[in-house]
């Protein structure tokens, strides 16, 4: 069964500094990786999306995550963060179905 | 574009009573899902509709939770009756085609309706 693990249940960072929020599935089948962005009170956006081709993705508000399929890992990364940027993120696999993470609050301090 | 339209956006009922939530998906799109999120947890998929077809409801309490998508539009998930541990967030999404097996379509999510059991 695919499952995702989401290793840290919250990162604080200030606002300007790098993040890297981490990810790993696992799968025995080839998969499909996402990161979902959910502001508070909303549904959730879609950040981006690994399907094949270049293991690094970029995705929307400047934000880029790196398939390693050797470590099974998918982590979330930003150079430089704002304070718009704090939310709950989910990791995400998806073989017939998404499968989430238990999600990483990204929390940006001034 | 009008994206995926949930109601009601807040409800707060006692355990035992009835609840209904509505979702309309984005015009055009086959596919809609219902989704579970409970504090401090993923979502989770409780059931899969392919226009007006069950494709997935493997993780539907269906002693107590039922949906249906009868014009194959929108939906409707009940819960009779409610439990305390049914708190939870229940996210609507949709999608264009049927996403089944190695293809992918992406799914587009209503801002949810959060039910609160007291």
């Known amino acids: 069964a695919q499952s995702v693990t989401q290793l840290d249940s919250q990162v604080p960072v200030f606002e300007e500094a790098p993040v890297e929020l981490r990810c790993n599935y696992s799968s025995s089948v080839s998969v499909y990786l996402f990161w979902y962005v959910q502001y508070p009170n909303q549904g959730l956006q879609l950040l981006l999306k690994y399907l094949s081709g270049s293991t690094l993705v970029k995705g929307i508000n400047g934000f880029e995550a790196e398939f390693n399929k050797s470590q099974t890992s998918f982590h979330l990364r930003k150079p430089s963060v704002h304070i718009s940027d704090t939310a709950e993120y989910f990791c995400?696999?998806?073989?017939?179905?998404?499968?989430f993470g238990t999600g990483t609050l990204l929390a940006v301090q001034p | 574009e009008a994206g995926v339209a949930q109601s009601p956006r807040y409800k707060i009922i006692e355990k035992r009573q009835s609840v209904a939530f509505w979702c309309n998906p984005i015009?055009?799109?086959?596919?809609l899902y219902w989704y579970q999120q409970i504090l401090g947890q993923g979502p989770k998929l409780l059931i899969q509709?392919?226009?007006?077809?069950?494709?997935?409801d493997s993780q539907l309490p269906k002693d107590r939770f039922s949906a249906e998508r009868l014009k194959g539009v929108d939906s409707t998930l009940k819960i009779q009756p409610a439990k305390l541990e049914d708190s939870a967030v229940y996210l609507c999404a949709s999608s264009f085609g049927s996403g089944r097996g190695s293809s992918y379509n992406e799914q587009f999510f209503g801002p949810g309706t959060r039910l609160t059991v007291l």
């Open positions: 995400a696999v998806y073989t017939n179905k998404l499968i």
């Open positions: 015009s055009g799109h086959a596919t």
């Open positions: 509709f392919q226009n007006n077809g069950v494709v997935d």
